[in-house]
C-alpha cells in the first residue's frame, strides 16, 4: 500500500498527563489529537494497546486481542455516569511526570469494580445492549481471554503453565466447573473490557474527525504468560507441562551486547499453515479495526528468526530459523486486502529480509540516530528510498539530547560534519533533518520535541524493571511548540 507523505508524533497514551497516575484516553488524550491537527501532523504513533504484566511492558502482553484497563478514563466513566465524583476522593499521591505501576495495579481496578457496581444496579440502563453486543461480537477471543484473567487471579497470578494440570491442559469439565465458579469474575473482565474498546473507538472516531491516522504497534511474538498460548497451545513450541521448548529473542547487536532474551514462545509455523493462517487472519484483522496502520514489531523475524533453547540465560547462543516468509502475508492479503503496513527492519537484517518487504512493497524504518558511523551508512538521509519511515529514534532508544550526550566522540564528530550545525538545539536540529528527507513518513518521539534528555527515556531493551513510565508535563503542548511543528510540516509538505 502506498502512503501520502506525512509526519506525526510517537507517544503512548500512559505518557499523556492527567490526574489520575497513569496517563489515560480521556481530556489530555483529545487535547493531543487537537494539538496534532492544529500542527498540520497526519499521524499519531502509539505502542500496543493490550494489558500489560510483569515488567509493565506492553511488548509482553496477556492477550493479543484485548485492550489495557489502565487506560480506561475515570473522566469518561463519570461523564457516562458510570462514576460519580466521590468515586475518585481519596486517591494516592501519585508520583510527578512518572507512572508507578505498583500503586496503579491496585487504585485502577477498585475504580472498574465501583464502575461495575453501578452497572449492575441499572439492569435496564441504556448501555446493557451495547455490552452485551460487544460480547457477542468479540466471542472468539473475549470468551478465552476472560476466563484466563479470571484463572489467573484464581491461581494466585501464576503462569498458566502452573496452574493445576486440568486446567492448564483446558480439560472440558475442568473449563465448565471454572466457568461456572468464576462467572462474576469473568463478567467484570469482560465488562473492563468493554469500556476499553468503548473508550478507544470514540477516540480513535475524533482523531478521523480530525484527519488523524493511529499507527499501532503489533509485536510479532506473543507472550508466554497470555490468553493467546493457553488457549492455541498446538500453535506454539511448547512441550507437555506447557513449558517453551524454544524461546524468542535477537543475538547481541546495538542494543545490547548479550543479544536480548525475549523468552516468547515460538509459533510452530507448519501448524498454522495447515490451519491457513487462520489465528494470523484474525489478529490483524482485528487489529486493523483498532488502529489504522500497523507496524509489525521484529519483521525480519517472518524471514528468519532467533531460536534460544529454553531456559537458556541470555539470548547469545541460539540458531537462525527460517520464517513462513511471504505464504503468510499472501495469506492475509487475500482475506483482507490491502495491508497498510510498516515493516520494523531493524537489528541483523539479511538480504532475505529485504527481499520480503520488497516483495510485498512495504516501507521500512530507519532510524537516524544510528546514522552518524560514515557516510556510507544507510541510516544517513541521502541514502533513504521514498518508502521508508524515518524516526529521531522510538521508544527504544535514548532521547536524541540523551544519544548526543552519550555517543562515542566520532560519532559526535561526524554528526556536525553532516548536519553543519552546532550543539545548540539537537533534538531539533534531527527532526528537521528527518522531515525534510524523501521518506514517506517522518516521526520523531514526543521527548525529542520536547528537548528531553535521557532521563525521560521510556526503554531500556534488556533491562527487566524501571521501563514505560514517562509521563508528558501538563504544560508541554505549548503555542511555541505548535507554531514550530506547523511550520516543519510546511516547509517539508508533510
Same mark, same amino acid.
Request: net charge negative; aromatic share 14%.
Given at each position: 500500500? *502506498? ?10 497514551p500512559t ?9 489515560d484516553?480521556g481530556?489530555a ?22 494489558p ?20 480506561v ?6 461523564e457516562?455516569?458510570?462514576?460519580? #465524583?466521590?468515586d ?19 487504585? *485502577?481496578?477498585?475504580l ?55 486446567i492448564?491442559k ?33 477516540l ?11 499507527i499501532?504497534?503489533?509485536? +510479532? ?19 507437555e ?10 543475538? #547481541? ?19 498454522? *499453515? ?34 534460544v ?8 547462543h541460539?540458531?537462525?530459523? #527460517? ?8 495469506? +492475509?492479503r ?15 537484517i ?42 529521531t ?6 532521547t ?28 531539533g536540529?534531527? +527532526? ?20 528531553m ?23 508541554a ?7 514550530? +511543528? ?9
Amino acid at each position: 500500500m *502506498k502512503f501520502p507523505r506525512s509526519s506525526g508524533i510517537l507517544i503512548h497514551p500512559t505518557s499523556f498527563p492527567g490526574p489520575y497516575g497513569i496517563g489515560d484516553l480521556g481530556p489530555a488524550a483529545y487535547k493531543f489529537i487537537d494539538f496534532l491537527t492544529e500542527t498540520g501532523s497526519k499521524l499519531w504513533q502509539v505502542l500496543p494497546l493490550g494489558p500489560t504484566g510483569y515488567g509493565d511492558s506492553p511488548y509482553q502482553c496477556f492477550s493479543a486481542f484485548a485492550g489495557n484497563p489502565y487506560l480506561v478514563s475515570p473522566d469518561v466513566l463519570i461523564e457516562q455516569g458510570l462514576l460519580a #465524583p466521590s468515586d475518585l476522593e481519596n486517591q494516592p499521591e501519585w508520583p510527578q511526570n512518572a507512572v508507578d505501576f505498583g500503586m496503579i495495579f491496585h487504585w *485502577k481496578p477498585a475504580l472498574l469494580e465501583k464502575a461495575y457496581t453501578r452497572f449492575e444496579s441499572t439492569p435496564n440502563g441504556t448501555i446493557r445492549p451495547e455490552f452485551d453486543s460487544f460480547c457477542t461480537e468479540n466471542s472468539s477471543w473475549l470468551e478465552d481471554y476472560a476466563l484466563f484473567i479470571a484463572l489467573k487471579s484464581a491461581n494466585g497470578g501464576s503462569g498458566w503453565n502452573n496452574w493445576p494440570d486440568p486446567i492448564r491442559k483446558r480439560e472440558p469439565a475442568a473449563l465448565d466447573e471454572a466457568r461456572r465458579t468464576l462467572a462474576g469474575q469473568i463478567t467484570r473482565v469482560k465488562f473492563a473490557q468493554f469500556l476499553f474498546f468503548r473508550q478507544w473507538n470514540a477516540l480513535r472516531a475524533y482523531a478521523h474527525q480530525k484527519g488523524i491516522q493511529i499507527i499501532g504497534d503489533a509485536p +510479532i511474538f506473543v507472550s508466554m504468560d497470555s490468553a493467546d498460548a493457553w488457549a492455541n497451545p498446538e500453535l506454539f513450541f511448547l512441550d507437555e507441562s506447557g513449558n517453551p521448548t524454544v524461546v524468542a529473542g535477537v543475538p #547481541p547487536d546495538y542494543f545490547s551486547t548479550t543479544g536480548q532474551l525475549w523468552g516468547n514462545p515460538l509459533y510452530r509455523w507448519d501448524v498454522h *499453515k495447515a490451519t491457513g493462517y487462520q489465528w494470523w487472519i484474525e489478529r490483524i484483522k482485528f487489529t486493523l479495526k483498532t488502529i489504522d496502520i500497523v507496524r509489525i514489531d521484529h519483521f525480519r523475524g517472518f524471514a528468519g528468526y532467533w531460536e534460544v533453547p529454553g531456559g537458556a540465560p541470555t539470548a547469545e547462543h541460539g540458531r537462525w530459523v #527460517p520464517g513462513p516468509g511471504i505464504d503468510l502475508f499472501i495469506a +492475509i492479503r487475500n482475506a483482507l486486502g490491502a495491508l497498510p503496513i510498516i515493516a520494523e527492519d531493524l537489528g541483523e537484517i539479511t538480504p532475505d529480509v529485504i527481499e520480503l518487504r520488497d516483495a510485498l512493497e512495504l516501507p521500512g524504518m530507519k532510524i537516524y540516530q544510528f546514522a552518524f558511523s560514515g557516510p556510507k551508512n544507510p541510516f544517513l538521509p541521502h541514502h533513504y528510498p521514498e518508502n521508508c519511515v524515518v524516526y529521531t529514534g522510538t521508544h527504544d532508544n535514548d532521547t536524541a539530547l540523551g544519544w548526543y550526550r552519550t555517543c562515542p566522540a566520532e560519532e559526535r564528530d561526524f554528526y556536525h560534519r553532516y548536519t553543519n550545525r552546532d550543539n545548540h538545539d539537537i533534538p531539533g536540529d534531527m +527532526i528537521r533533518a528527518v522531515w525534510a528527507s524523501v521518506a514517506v513518513m517522518s516521526l520523531a518521539p514526543m521527548q525529542d520535541f520536547l528537548g528531553m534528555g535521557g532521563e525521560s527515556r521510556m526503554n531500556f531493551p534488556g533491562r527487566a524493571a524501571g521501563n514505560w513510565t514517562w509521563r508528558m508535563p501538563a504544560e508541554a503542548l505549548s503555542e511555541n511548540l505548535k507554531n514550530r +511543528i506547523r511550520e516543519l510540516n510546511f516547509l517539508y509538505q508533510r
